[in-house]
């Protein structure tokens, strides 16, 4: 599903990324650990083409990234990548069905077409009383599903979540963990998850550890 090779990525003569081989398969919850700065984000946000590698290629669901146009790489995150933010990043002036369907009307879905599926996803997360709500009348737990949801809209690949259970209660962030696994399991999805919450980690299908720039072996 995900294969990178030899990714390499500096900031000026910062050293983030050292050369990372790593293949995640499809449907595997793979969980990516390690201190502050060790380059666990900055893979993520390469993994998600939101950030290009200086060497190195990334093949996602047989697609080589390197090789897409600006444009197409644009279609290619919106269809194929869902992500899952720390803050939730719902914008606040839209209801939850209104975000949940975002980047199916930015990838040009018929309105009705995206209408039906948030529902859908919505109710799939227990949020279908919630649906004309906005995230100030939602609570953290609440947001983080709908953001999920949102993540789900178009059917992704892949999955890459950054710190998805940092900003939630211990209750909320075992129900979120609870809910990745549903989603493998009923939906075949296949998750990236950068976290420092052990227990998440812990129930993951895979650790992957980070220290300076490289994999931990």
Known sequence: MIELNNIT???????????INLTINKGEIVSIVGPSGAGKTTLLQIMGTLDKADTGTVIIDGTDISQLTSNKLADFRNNRLGFVFQFHQLLPEFTAIENVMMPALIGKR??????????ELLKFMNLESRANHKPNELSGGEKQRVAVARALINNPAVILADEPSGSLDTQNKEELHSLFFKLRDEMGQTFVIVTHDEQLAATTDRTVKMRDGLLEL
């Open 110 to 119: 018929p309105k009705a077409e995206a209408k039906q599926r948030a529902n």
């Open 9 to 19: 990525k500096s900031f000026g003569t910062l050293k983030v990324l050292k050369g």
